[in-house]
């Protein structure tokens, strides 16, 4: 089983919906969360972290619910920009080493059309 | 300028040869990794380092090593290059200062690899 799974679409949505993306992740020691966005062919970049009691950053909505393990994103008025992948991110601490760890899922492509 | 850049952006070799990739970063971070992307699958740590002095294996180190010449850069070698070694690669970097668990990572734009 994948630490991080998103479904990987590709979600196929016309300008102005909304879209929703789901991901899941297996690790307790998951501490915290973040959406980046990846375009083709480029490297990801931050979204935005995700937060408990959830964040909203102007379309983009984040939610989190640590007892479910279960994150997601809400895109509100899809533009032909938001087309990209968006991959849920995970950081762990590691016991062993002491150290974060980043763990990624393999991306939910969106595609938004006319 | 970009802040973190990887040379070179596409190569194609053949199999059994030595390559290096490598990665500059101008951010001013002490913490540098190696990750490699492959089509349905997330992005997977190869090597990590925390300081020049500091390198330490990710979770899919064989058949690559890595050296950290100084904080700013951070070479992966491969050896000798075999057909599954062809990915995309990613350089990232991150601030230890951030030591905490909302510490993120800056990403290079990525070395198209394709081992023939």
């Known amino acids: 089983r994948k630490e991080v799974e998103q479904d990987p679409g590709p979600f196929n949505v016309p300008e102005g919906a909304t879209v929703a993306f789901n991901c899941t992740y297996s690790?307790?020691?998951?501490?915290?969360f973040f959406w980046y966005r990846q375009d083709c062919r480029k490297e990801p970049k931050l979204l935005m972290s995700v937060y408990s009691s959830g964040n909203e950053d102007g379309r983009f909505t984040a939610q989190l619910n640590r007892a479910s393990q279960y994150i997601s994103l809400l895109i509100r008025d899809s533009k032909l920009s938001d087309s990209a992948t968006y991959l849920c991110?995970?950081?762990?601490?590691?016991?062993?080493?002491?150290?974060?760890?980043?763990?990624f899922g393999a991306g939910t492509r969106l595609a938004v059309h006319p | 300028d970009a802040d973190v850049t990887q040379t070179p952006r596409n190569r194609i070799t053949k199999t059994g040869k030595r390559i290096m990739l490598e990665c500059s970063q101008t951010?001013?971070?002490?913490?540098m990794y190696w990750y490699r992307q492959d089509p349905g699958l997330g992005l997977r740590l190869i090597y990590y380092?925390?300081?020049?002095?500091?390198?330490n294996k990710g979770e899919i180190s064989d058949g690559y090593s890595v050296s950290r010449q100084a904080q700013a850069k951070f070479s992966l070698s491969l050896e000798s290059a075999i057909p599954n070694q062809t990915a995309l690669y990613f350089c990232?970097?991150?601030?230890?200062?951030?030591?905490?668990?909302?510490?993120?990572?800056?990403f290079g734009p990525g070395t198209r690899l394709l081992v023939l």
């Open positions: 951010k001013g971070h002490d913490r």
């Open positions: 380092s925390f300081d020049v002095k500091d390198i």
């Open positions: 991110v995970v950081n762990v601490l590691m016991f062993s080493g002491g150290y974060n760890k980043l763990i």
């Open positions: 990232a970097t991150s601030d230890s200062e951030r030591m905490d668990s909302q510490e993120t990572q800056y």
């Open positions: 690790n307790s020691a998951s501490q915290s």
